[in-house]
């Protein structure tokens, strides 16, 4: 089975070119297919841009309402695009030059639109020489949607991307995707449950997911069943909320 | 430089709250990872990208009666406790548990068993690399007491296995420092060299280097890359070598802090994976143990000069030197 990928360097180049005003926005960076084992009949690329059709893209970033949040478009598509690319096997996903296809040549003017016009490559997964990709905007929609799937599964809940559509740039981004907590969707469904009830200002969720890190030295949040992440999460919660604000800090 | 965040082979971990649980923590001690006919104790595994997508994995677990009896010697039972495998992704923010077997008391898992790599998994068989973790878990809240756990999910034993691929080992490689990245980060327009550090990563991560990007100037990267024998580069290599991992420590060092509000202790290092293995990898260079090396690093000076002593820095400079003064009478006109 083949598949498109591109490069850090290919990326990079064509982020340049476009930022620039060298390349128009008609151009598309050129990828390669690699080749793995696996059903022969899958056209990536197609699945691909089946996806990008759902998502239209273009619609959404320019509605009336996503200027004011941004994230809350991000965390639809986010449900739509996992939707779409799930269908792939893990040898297509695990891949940082699939994602980067998908980053690149599909949703350069999204992603420059989301992160902004000067956002750090890594937004669009490039960067070979960082280990992390979770900021890569493509996958960090999909994992913020299979991480809601899995703890919709886990409370029975039927609507499987009520947890994505949380908005939250922070909330997502620091507080989920960039940590290890983002592995353990029971404990993040609570932290989100809570952040929709605005029990979670700002100053307060970074304090708490601070101590959730510092605890999760000791605890396998992973293992965590829904309950035993409510109690661990409103715990927090109110040892975070009973703190002394520190120096420099507001309220 | 690409190779000294390699990681150690083998290493434990030492629960820092508790007391009582050697004997849950010496019954891991025959935990094995199996890749293909290949026997692996915990810590990290660097495999070839090959062997990464292809391999049988098959892992090895101490048999019912073994943590019942080791369980006994500790202050949490074989009825209050689970036997877990944990799967985690490095590409995704994903974790598949594998095993969970609750009680212990009565399990009944295989003391052999084949990890299953499917195209719908993207945790074992994770391009990118994946982290295996068994442990023995507190499976409910008990009551507490002093240096006993009681909150549901503590383990009171774990062995991690970080599969990565060989190609990681390069990770810290340096990236071109353009005018962009000088922009971004609003250094001086003739500014050689940058080390950033996004110092959340540091410590969550499963390696430090993925909160590390070690920036080159383009044209200097370039005449490095091209010239990597030449004495002057390879002490220019080893000077970058010294002042990034200066950076990364002292940067470690902060973000501990931070947590703990203290200095820092073994302890706390070896709370997390990513910076134990930063620091094993740092004390068997300096050959000193894990205790000095964290005296070492809370003194930057000190730390520097034997950093330098390590990476060779006087005999580079020494053939640097002696380069460049016979340089120009080797090339000059006559």
């Known amino acids: ?251 | 430089m690409g190779d000294f965040l390699m990681a150690a082979r083998k290493e434990k971990y030492v629960i820092r709250p508790f007391e009582g649980l050697d004997a849950a923590d010496s019954v891991l001690d025959s935990v094995r990872l199996f890749i293909g006919a290949d026997e692996h104790e915990a810590g990290s595994i660097v495999v070839d990208v090959e062997t990464l997508a292809e391999a049988e994995f098959r892992l090895s677990l101490p048999s019912r009666e073994d943590l019942v009896s080791a369980l006994a010697a500790t202050p949490v039972s074989g009825n209050d406790s689970s036997l877990v495998v944990v799967a985690s992704g490095r590409t995704h923010r994903v974790s598949d548990i594998l095993v969970h077997e609750y009680p212990v008391a009565s399990a009944s898992h295989p003391t052999s068993f084949q990890l299953e790599s499917a195209p719908d998994i993207l945790t074992v068989g994770d391009r990118g690399g994946w982290t295996l973790t068994v442990a023995v878990v507190l499976e409910h809240k008990l009551v507490t007491e002093p240096l006993r756990p009681s909150r549901p999910g503590t383990w009171l034993a774990r062995r991690d296995f970080r599969v990565v691929p060989e190609r990681d080992e390069t990770s810290f490689s340096p990236q071109e420092l353009t005018d962009e990245v000088r922009d971004l980060y609003k250094l001086p327009k003739s500014a050689p060299t940058y080390v950033l550090i996004e110092r959340d990563l540091l410590l969550e991560s499963e390696s430090v280097a993925d909160g590390v990007t070690v920036y080159v100037d383009r044209d200097i990267l370039r005449l490095l890359q091209g010239s990597q024998t030449d004495a002057v580069a390879q002490q220019m290599q080893a000077d970058l070598a010294v002042e990034t991992l200066l950076v990364v420590v002292q940067n470690v060092l902060l973000a501990i802090r931070d947590v703990t509000g203290t200095e820092v202790s073994t302890t706390d290092v070896e709370g997390y994976p990513g910076v134990l293995r930063l620091f094993q990898r740092l004390a068997n260079q300096l050959g000193v143990d894990l205790h000095t090396t964290l005296v070492l690093a809370s003194d930057p000076q000190k730390l520097s000069s034997h950093l330098k002593a390590v990476f060779g820095l006087q005999t580079l400079g020494i053939k640097a030197l002696r380069g460049a003064s016979m340089g120009p009478t080797e090339g000059s006109n006559p």
């Open chain 1, 1 to 251: 089975m083949k598949y498109p990928t591109i490069d850090d360097r290919t990326a990079r180049a064509y982020i340049d070119g476009r930022r620039d005003g060298q390349l128009p926005s008609s151009a598309r960076p050129e990828f390669t297919l690699n080749e793995v084992t696996g059903d022969e009949e899958l056209d990536v690329f197609d699945v691909v841009e089946g996806a990008m059709e759902a998502l239209d893209l273009g619609a959404r970033a320019n509605s009336k309402t996503a200027k004011n949040d941004k994230d809350a478009v991000e965390g639809d598509l986010a449900v739509t695009l996992f939707a779409s690319l799930r269908v792939l096997p893990s040898s297509v996903l695990t891949d940082r030059g699939f994602w980067r296809f998908v980053a690149v040549y599909w949703m350069f003017d999204f992603i420059q639109w989301r992160d902004g016009e000067n956002c750090r490559p890594h937004s669009f997964g490039a960067q070979e020489g960082l280990g992390a990709l979770w900021d890569c905007v493509p996958l960090r929609m999909f994992d913020r949607a299979l991480i809601s799937e899995r703890a919709a599964e886990g409370l029975g809940l039927s609507d499987v991307g009520w947890g994505a559509r949380v908005a939250g740039t922070d909330l997502w981004r620091s507080h989920i995707l960039r940590v290890l907590i983002g592995n353990a969707p029971n404990v993040v469904q609570r932290v989100l449950e809570d952040a929709d009830k605005s029990l979670l200002p700002t100053s307060l969720l970074r304090k708490v997911v601070k101590d959730l890190q510092r605890t999760r030295s000791n605890v396998m949040f992973e293992v965590l069943d829904p309950d035993d992440a409510r109690v661990l999460v409103d715990e927090h919660r109110a040892g975070a909320a009973s703190k002394k604000p520190e120096v420099g800090e507001g309220g």
